[in-house]
């Protein structure tokens, strides 16, 4: 019912303060308080006594102590407005909240007060009330349909207790306050529903504007009203007594029922009859700045409001479509900062979807939104819509942001009803996995690592680390089924409780049509699976979940982890971290169910690329053991107990901080709704980011290194079932025998293993890193093991020895302790070594000295091992040379694809001298070819499979507008790619009086360009590409040839 305007002496309030009141409840009331109530001039002045040091509560007016407030009566007149932009003033009218009190007293218990509301969308469907008084109860819930002159009868059965006089003031004060707040709710929703009334039948005669402006003053008041009920009860000095009431009657969800939502039902009907209505932008600047001061820290509901706001600023959207911008910017704004202080609100993440412009953002909140402790729960057909629509471009993006359009669309495919019997789609997906990390041009990021200081350009690596923590989430939602409660993820991590307890809670007369949807599209024989909940699970029932696991999301997943492992360090850190913390939440929930732990640990341990993962946790190993900062940091932080709990409440991560308040991660840490931003658990800077995103700074390095020490360490220490183990100084894999036994005794195990798509993500076993026993003892700080070739990835040690140690993106090699973040790094325990080159760059401080090898050809090259890659220039010149030297096999050639096609096109050349020179090179080549005397390389710097592919130039239509740049980095790359594996182990050089080890190897020259063009050679020694001239080369030819012809 609607709470009714009762007497003074109605004891709702000071009933309900008697339940709060500290007092003892023997105590007998004075007297003095009984018999005299304070008249109708004192209690404004008491309400208002925290305001009167040089401030005035009324909005606009500053008053001292004796000055008598503006009363609120029937008399009160609001002139018309005559406003029309709906540009939003900084504040309200003049109320402002500031810096009015003093903190005194703390506020508490606020997620009781955040989850008064029980709906947390904005639906103008589902929230606005009726007109009439009899339907407004749908929208309040029945536990707390409290009313003034009816308290509950809870609350009539305990016996009386004695109210303080700071209580007994705050009730009397609230009390003619809440009586207005009672009677303009019935005014307010009987004028909306006549207006609408009249809206809904066209009538927009001359009567409907004064009408029109009446509600809109009441609606002014209820909110004053509203405003100042809230700014007394929640004050500091105030909210001990009055959230209690805030709470009970329900204050925050009525103001923005009541106060807003109904009358933007008046507005949209408004908007449809008349343009530009100033009653429109009245009423938006009004509401939006008068909720806008209640986001103030000091009332504790900051988050609540700034959710509203986000609603408020969407709203507005759909009634000035020309501010569509301006708006939109708006709503992102106020949903990110409600997302600071609240979490695991699927609503919240759904609206932000809908007014995100980064793509890659809006699938990870759409995703969090169905994959969180109170989800959103659409029919599969509207999810699939909304992920559609994600997949619209919604900006101009360059050319490597377009794999993050092509990433939402390959996850637009893995949700189709189709996927898994639609081979094209699952073949499609196949080929985006296999090739992430490819750009128009065909290089491959993710092959850089080689020469990481000099290869990566600032573009790629902020690109790439700026989204790789997207990537992995996204991944990780679909992976644990993307709201599909049939999932043995999302089963783990308690999803179909979450779905039943949101069920629960609404109330049975308003169950929507979309629940209705959800349920027939749902096949009848799985309806017991799809409610089951994790602990009716036995180990076999585990097994039979499998079938709801789908294939090509491990498979993509498990891809782009591997691409991000082996490639550059510093942008791989991120999308890491995601990847480790999920590993550390899916053990911790399998402790809590014993029965799932089979199915997990077979999903874990074979599929996870472990031969990938463990040589990168000892990279990571070896980095910040190399220091004596984070040896300290390291051994201060093994007595802060969990680990994960200390890195909860002291969070420096933007990264981490993205997966609060989803359902896995509600493994690792509860997070709820929150007071403020600081009482979450976030430390530091967190938000203080570009508008366009996080981009990579060399100095959190540091922290994100030791953020990954410490979670391999974690999940080595609790759940080595999963194949991460400790040996000795470093990580290794253990393979559980269990594993090969599921396979092999359980059916359901063994048909999911006979998935093409899973079978290729099995890596053979590297015997250098397994262990069947675990007998080493674990040493926490020591680094005898390492660096190793054994232990650490090849694109490690290839920068540890090829570079002298790891540079920075620069180009500039610096010394490792800028590399890891650390400015000024004293390590008694290396020493500096000086490079014996010409070049004056700063090595690392472990760096061993310059390895010198000398082959036939000079420094470091040998015609054994050493291809020769010429640019077009150099083939139209001395192709018959070439041909005579290639022929009398003085040198190993190779010819980079791109330079192949130029040579082609210059065959129509308007010059014949060119054309016929590009003629004969032409014949040559492919005569070298059927010879099998020239390797062809692609742009990515593999060899190709036929001198006569084009996919590459098919799918680079500008690949002529930079042929120098493709032809430099795809030589570069090749040589980078014979280095990382070793190429010339063992190998012969130098007339075979020498034999490469590995650490020769490591630095050897595989692929040098002839170039006679200084300005490719100068470009080309920019990324790291040794060239030479080709008379030089010649020349060196002339000297080995030993009687052989040259020309």
Not at 285 to 295: G, K, R, W
Not at 439 to 455: P, T
Not at 523 to 549: H, K, M, R
Not at 593 to 616: D, E, G, N
């Amino acid at each position: 019912m609607i709470p009714q305007k009762d007497g003074p002496d109605s004891g709702g309030f000071k009933s309900l303060l008697q339940q709060h009141s500290p007092q003892s409840a023997q105590r007998a009331r004075p007297a003095t308080l009984l018999a005299s109530q304070p008249s109708t001039q004192q209690k404004r002045h008491n309400s208002q006594s925290y305001v009167l040091q040089k401030m005035s509560s009324k909005r606009g007016a500053f008053s001292t102590p004796s000055s008598k407030p503006q009363s609120r009566t029937k008399e009160h007149q609001t002139p018309t407005p005559t406003i029309v932009a709906v540009d939003v003033p900084g504040s309200p009218k003049s109320k402002v909240i500031g810096k009015l009190i003093e903190p005194d007293v703390s506020i508490e218990n606020l997620s009781e007060l955040n989850d008064a509301p029980v709906t947390r969308g904005s639906d103008p469907h589902s929230n606005s009330p009726e007109s009439i008084p009899d339907k407004i109860p749908r929208n309040r819930r029945p536990s707390t349909d409290t009313v003034l002159s009816q308290p509950p009868v809870t609350l009539q059965q305990q016996p009386q207790r004695v109210i303080t006089e700071e209580e007994h003031i705050l009730a009397s004060n609230l009390q003619e306050t809440y009586k207005s707040i009672l009677k303009l709710e019935i005014e307010t929703q009987q004028g909306c529903a006549e207006v609408n009334e009249r809206l809904i039948e066209n009538d927009a005669s001359v009567e409907i504007t004064p009408q029109l402006w009446h509600v809109y003053k009441n609606i002014v008041q209820l909110l004053d009203h509203y405003y100042d009920f809230l700014l007394y009860a929640l004050s500091p000095t105030s909210a001990r007594a009055g959230r209690p009431l805030v709470t009970n009657y329900r204050i925050l969800r009525r103001m923005w029922v009541y106060g807003v939502v109904s009358f933007l039902e008046v507005l949209k009907n408004v908007a449809a009859i008349f343009v530009d209505h100033e009653v429109c932008g009245c009423f938006i600047a009004y509401a939006f700045n008068i909720i806008s001061c209640l986001t103030d820290a000091q009332l504790g509901v900051e988050g609540w409001w700034a959710e509203k706001l986000g609603d408020l600023s969407r709203m507005a959207i759909a009634l000035y479509p020309a501010r569509y911008m301006d708006w939109k910017i708006s709503s992102v704004y106020w949903y990110q900062l409600a997302m600071r202080t609240q979490f695991g609100h699927g609503k919240i993440y759904y609206h932000m979807c809908t007014v995100e412009s980064d793509n890659l953002e809006a699938l990870v909140d759409i995703g969090k939104s169905v994959t969180c402790r109170d989800p959103f729960a659409p029919t599969l057909q509207y999810l699939r819509l909304i992920v559609d629509n994600v997949c619209a471009q919604r900006n101009i993006l360059s050319s490597v942001e377009m794999a993050m359009i092509d990433f939402v669309k390959i996850h637009k495919i893995l949700l189709m009803p189709n996927y898994n019997t639609n081979i094209e789609m699952a073949n499609l997906v196949s080929h985006y996995s296999s090739h992430f990390g490819l750009d128009s041009s065909s290089i491959d990021y993710f092959q850089l690592r080689g020469d990481m200081s000099s290869a990566l350009s600032s573009d790629k690596l902020n690109f790439w680390f700026q989204k790789g923590a997207n990537f992995a989430l996204c991944n990780i939602n679909h992976l644990i089924g993307f709201g599909d409660c049939r999932n043995p993820f999302a089963k783990l991590f308690e999803l179909p409780e979450a779905l039943k307890q949101r069920k629960d809670k609404k109330d049975k007369r308003r169950k929507s049509k979309t629940e209705t949807g959800e349920e027939m599209i749902r096949p009848a024989d799985s309806e017991a699976i799809y409610n089951s909940t994790a602990a009716e699970q036995d180990e076999n029932s585990w097994f039979t979940l499998l079938d709801f696991v789908n294939k090509g999301v491990i498979e993509l997943s498990m891809n782009m982890l591997k691409q991000y492992l082996s490639g550059p360090l510093p942008s791989s850190t991120q999308h890491v971290i995601v990847w480790l913390y999920f590993i550390a939440a899916v053990g911790k929930a399998t402790q809590k169910y014993p029965a799932s732990k089979p199915l997990f640990s077979y999903i874990l341990s074979r599929y996870i690329p472990w031969m990938k993962l463990v040589p990168y946790l000892n990279d990571i190993l070896f980095i910040v053991r190399s220091s004596n900062e984070t040896r300290a940091v390291i051994e201060a932080q093994s007595h802060q107990g969990d680990i994960l709990d200390y890195y909860s409440g002291n969070e420096k991560l933007w990264e981490v901080w993205k997966c609060w308040g989803s359902i896995w991660f509600d493994q690792i840490s509860m997070k709820t709704d929150y007071q403020s931003i600081f009482d979450t658990g976030v430390t530091g800077y967190i938000f203080d980011i570009p508008t366009a995103g996080l981009r990579y700074d060399p100095k959190q390095d540091t922290i994100r290194y030791l953020r990954i020490y410490h979670l391999g360490s974690y999940i080595a220490d609790n759940f080595p079932e999963f194949g991460l183990v400790k040996a000795g100084s470093v990580f290794k894999y253990k393979l559980d025998q269990n594993v090969v036994h599921q396979e092999q005794s359980n059916a359901s195990a063994g048909y999911f293993s006979q998935d093409a798509r899973l079978l290729s993500l099995i890596e053979p076993l590297n015997p250098k890193i397994s262990v069947d026993t675990q007998e080493d003892p674990w040493k926490a700080i020591t680094t005898d093991e390492l660096p190793s070739w054994e232990y650490n990835s090849h694109g490690f040690m290839t920068e540890y020895v090829n570079k002298q140690g790891l540079g920075s993106v620069s180009g500039s090699a610096s010394d490792y302790s800028n590399f890891i973040g650390i400015d000024d790094l004293e390590d008694e325990e290396y020493e500096d070594s000086s490079a014996d080159d010409s070049s004056d760059k700063p090595v690392a401080p472990y760096a061993p000295t310059r390895v010198s090898i000398v082959g036939n050809l000079g420094e470091k090259m040998d015609t054994a091992i050493t291809n020769i890659s010429l640019d077009t220039n150099a083939w139209l010149k001395h192709c018959g040379k070439i041909y005579k030297c290639v022929r009398s096999e003085l040198f190993l050639l190779s010819i980079p694809l791109t330079v192949f096609q130029e040579l082609r096109s210059l065959r129509r050349s308007a010059d014949s001298s060119v054309a016929d020179s590009a003629t004969r090179a032409v014949i040559i080549v492919r005569q070298l070819y059927t010879d099998k005397q020239v390797v062809p390389i692609r742009a990515d710097g593999t060899k190709a499979s036929s001198l006569n592919e084009t996919l590459e130039f098919e799918q680079n239509q500008n690949w002529r507008n930079n042929t120098d740049e493709i032809i430099m980095k795809a030589v570069k790359l090749n040589d980078d790619m014979s280095k990382s594996v070793l190429l010339g182990l063992d190998a012969a050089v130098n007339s075979g009086t020498h034999t490469l080890d590995r650490l020769e190897a490591s630095v050897f020259r595989y692929n040098v360009l002839v170039t006679d063009d200084r300005n490719m050679a100068i470009r080309s020694k920019a990324i790291g590409l040794f060239t030479v001239t080709s008379a030089w080369l010649f020349e060196q030819l002339d000297k080995t040839a030993n009687g052989r012809c040259t020309d």
